[in-house]
């Protein structure tokens, strides 16, 4: 039987596609009479006839078969907005049943766009229906995804779960604030603050040391039984400095942010604000220990490649650039989202924090006679920089 229903489907597919309606009507209707559930059939059904009233029916039925069906979902409410009387009540059945006149003012109710036509595949250019994900003749996906709005247009809530902040991670790789802030504002607390910077700092630990062992590892020099043991105590250090420095700026940039937030109108309080800025802390913090392992894989590659004569202290000290405005664009868009704010004043209330906080650093630098530079701020930029030491 099923077969018969797929060369029946295949054929009533063709008439269609060659504009012979009639004939593709009553194949497609006994493709249906053989199985009322076939959503491709109801889809096709409603390319094919003619009344406005068998084609909401076939696209009804399409959509309660499959919820996701975006195409009939479309295309039925844009058949409603008409607001056109139906010259006569369809004979195809509802699967559904009848509706009330309460839902179809509803479904009526919410502009949309007219569905696609036809989608042209990107590779063979064969023309598809306008529902389609992938095309019938080469399987090429027709739906091209982009990551920013498909984060944007999430609709399920994140959860009160340490690793649902891999999903405000990924927001701000594709700087998206409102999908990586917005929703951590109802889940902002002291827990998933502190959770966010530990599992920052073991994560981005878990980088370098990864890395550290991989290069030796590959030449031959690193002896696992012996030389593990005596790296543990060392990388446990490194992890627990990791965690301080973190929080060193955690507790230097929200004050300041805050304030700065305040005087340009903000009103979020003092708890969600602290929570979204360690977020986007964490974040950098990822981001620095990815970019400090390329940065020790990088040069053995090359090497086993052959001899490069690359300028790797300029594209080292850009990249420190790059790091740099890209923390500054995520503390803005934290103060942003966590306030409320206009994108001009998110930006400003940033400024204000990265000139308080070079004042800040020079101070220090100035009283301790350069101290201050040599013994906190190189070793932790280190861990991040290696290139530095």
């Known amino acids: 039987m099923t077969g018969q229903i797929d060369s029946l489907l295949e054929k009533g597919i063709e008439a269609a596609r060659i504009h012979e309606k009639k004939r593709a009507q009553e194949i497609l209707t006994h493709v249906i009479e053989l199985d009322q559930?076939?959503?491709?059939?109801?889809?096709?059904?409603?390319?094919?006839?003619?009344?406005?009233?068998?084609?909401?029916?076939?696209?009804?039925?399409?959509?309660?078969?499959?919820?996701?069906?975006?195409?009939?979902?479309?295309?039925?409410?844009?058949?409603?907005?008409?607001?056109?009387?139906?010259?006569?009540s369809s004979v195809l059945p509802r699967l559904a049943g009848e509706r009330t006149p309460i839902e179809r003012e509803w479904e009526t109710s919410t502009p949309v766009a007219p569905p696609p036509k036809v989608r042209v595949c990107p590779r063979c250019e064969f023309h598809n229906p306008g529902w389609a994900y992938l095309c019938d003749r080469?399987?090429?996906?027709?739906?091209?995804?982009?990551?920013?709005?498909?984060?944007?247009?999430?609709?399920?809530?994140?959860?009160?779960?340490?690793?649902?902040?891999?999903?405000?991670?990924?927001?701000?790789?594709?700087?998206?604030g409102a999908y990586a802030f917005r929703p951590e504002i109802a889940l902002a607390s002291l827990g998933r603050s502190i959770s966010a910077l530990i599992t920052a700092a073991v994560l981005a630990s878990m980088f370098r040391i990864v890395a550290a062992i991989l290069v030796p590892a590959l030449a031959g020099e690193y002896d696992l039984r012996s030389q593990?043991?005596?790296?543990?105590?060392?990388?446990?250090?490194?992890?627990?400095?990791?965690?301080?420095?973190?929080?060193?700026?955690?507790?230097?940039?929200?004050?300041?942010?805050?304030v700065g937030a305040r005087l340009l109108g903000g009103k979020q309080g003092l708890k969600v604000h602290a929570h979204l800025v360690i977020v986007a802390v964490s974040a950098w913090t990822l981001l620095g220990a990815a970019i400090a392992v390329l940065v020790i894989l990088?040069?053995?590659?090359?090497?086993?490649?052959?001899?490069?004569?690359?300028?790797?202290?300029?594209?080292?000290?850009?990249?420190?650039?790059?790091?740099?405005?890209?923390?500054?664009?995520?503390?803005?868009?934290?103060?942003?989202?966590?306030?409320?704010?206009?994108?001009?004043?998110?930006?400003?209330?940033?400024?204000?924090?990265?000139?308080?906080?070079?004042?800040?650093?020079?101070?220090?630098?100035?009283?301790?006679?350069?101290?201050?530079?040599?013994?906190?701020?190189?070793?932790?930029?280190?861990?991040?920089?290696?290139?530095?030491?």
């Open 138 to 176: 080469c399987g090429t996906n027709l739906r091209q995804v982009n990551l920013k709005e498909a984060l944007s247009e999430a609709s399920q809530p994140r959860k009160r779960y340490p690793y649902t902040l891999v999903e405000a991670w990924g927001g701000m790789l594709v700087f998206d």
């Open 298 to 389: 990088t040069p053995y590659l090359i090497a086993q490649v052959g001899a490069l004569d690359l300028p790797f202290e300029q594209v080292f000290n850009w990249v420190g650039i790059a790091m740099g405005v890209i923390g500054f664009v995520w503390l803005a868009q934290a103060t942003r989202e966590a306030h409320s704010l206009s994108a001009t004043r998110g930006i400003l209330a940033a400024i204000f924090v990265a000139t308080l906080g070079a004042v800040l650093f020079f101070v220090l630098n100035s009283a301790t006679g350069g101290g201050f530079a040599d013994s906190v701020a190189k070793p932790l930029l280190v861990f991040f920089l290696p290139w530095l030491g």
């Open 228 to 258: 593990f043991a005596s790296d543990a105590q060392k990388w446990g250090e490194q992890t627990l400095l990791l965690a301080l420095a973190m929080l060193l700026v955690w507790v230097a940039a929200t004050p300041l942010t805050w």
């Open 37 to 88: 559930y076939n959503e491709k059939a109801w889809l096709w059904l409603s390319s094919v006839v003619d009344s406005q009233s068998d084609k909401e029916v076939c696209l009804e039925n399409a959509l309660l078969i499959n919820p996701d069906n975006t195409y009939a979902a479309m295309g039925l409410q844009h058949i409603r907005r008409q607001n056109i009387p139906p010259s006569s």
